[in-house]
T-cell receptor, first 118, second 113 residues
Framework: GAVVSQHPSWVICKSGTSVKIECRSL??????MFWYRQFPKQSLMLMAT?????????EQGVEKDKFLINHASLTLSTLTVTSAHPEDSSFYIC??????????????FGPGTRLTVT | GEDVEQSLFLSVREGDSSVINCTYT??????LYWYKQEPGAGLQLLTY?????DMKQDQRLTVLLNKKDKHLSLRIADTQTGDSAIYFC?????????????FGSGTRLQVQP
């Protein structure tokens, strides 16, 4: 089946620094990728929709200048957390749609990246 | 607006059936999903159901959809210790490729040996 990878799987950074998280579709092309954030023991909250070759669409309340998303190719989207603060510590999960062959249910999730800001 | 709710915790004995419930509010949902998340891992799609279906069975999994009451359930037959995880229901609204999913809060299933 289709595989989505994320790198790194786990990162610790100091407050004020920036961290880049990569999301790759390994064996399919994804024109659309989604970035979610999951707090401990809570659900996934959609942060933004990443469209290849265009600007990302951010959900209400998500700061686009803080969470920079780049979808430079059909297999790679990156999320950069700029000037990270401890409250940005979370589990970040990406997903990708397999297009055009995929059906409505073809959305594949990455394994997630755990970010800890000290 | 979109709102998906689940009970937080369910404990069953190995071999029993588990039933995880979910309610949603948006009647325009087109697909409803069940995902499984094991500790520290991403999401694994278990099954899905189209909104015009009432039931779907896939091996040990049975999904029931009551569209009138906006209620979705997942039944796991012969529950095993390996089924211990968090289960999320999610809905997808509308058509087209760019839709994200709205997730419930997740139900933690604990299977006692």
């Amino acid at each position: 089946g289709a595989v989505v990878s994320q790198h790194p799987s786990w990162v610790i950074c100091k407050s004020g620094t920036s961290v880049k998280i990569e999301c790759r579709s390994l064996d399919f092309q994804a024109t659309t990728m989604f970035w979610y954030r999951q707090f401990p023991k809570q659900s996934l909250m959609l942060m933004a929709t990443s469209n290849e070759g265009s600007k990302a669409t951010y959900e209400q309340g998500v700061e686009k200048d803080k969470f920079l998303i780049n979808h430079a190719s059909l297999t790679l989207s990156t999320l950069t957390v700029t000037s990270a603060h401890p409250e940005d510590s979370s589990f970040y999960i990406c997903s990708a749609r397999d297009l055009p062959a995929g059906g409505q249910h073809e959305q594949y999730f990455g394994p997630g990246t755990r970010l800890t800001v000290t | 607006g979109e709102d998906v709710e689940q009970s937080l915790f369910l404990s069953v004995r190995e071999g029993d059936s588990s039933v995880i419930n979910c309610t949603y509010t948006d009647s325009s949902s087109t697909y409803l999903y069940w995902y499984k998340q094991e500790p520290g891992a991403g999401l694994q799609l278990l099954t899905y159901i189209f909104s015009n279906m009432d039931m779907k069975q896939d091996q040990r999994l049975t999904v029931l959809l009551n569209k009138k009451d906006k209620h979705l359930s997942l039944r796991i037959a012969d529950t095993q210790t390996g089924d211990s995880a968090i289960y999320f229901c999610a809905e997808s609204i509308g058509r087209g490729p760019r839709r994200a999913l709205t997730f419930g809060s997740g139900t933690r299933l604990q299977v006692q040996p």
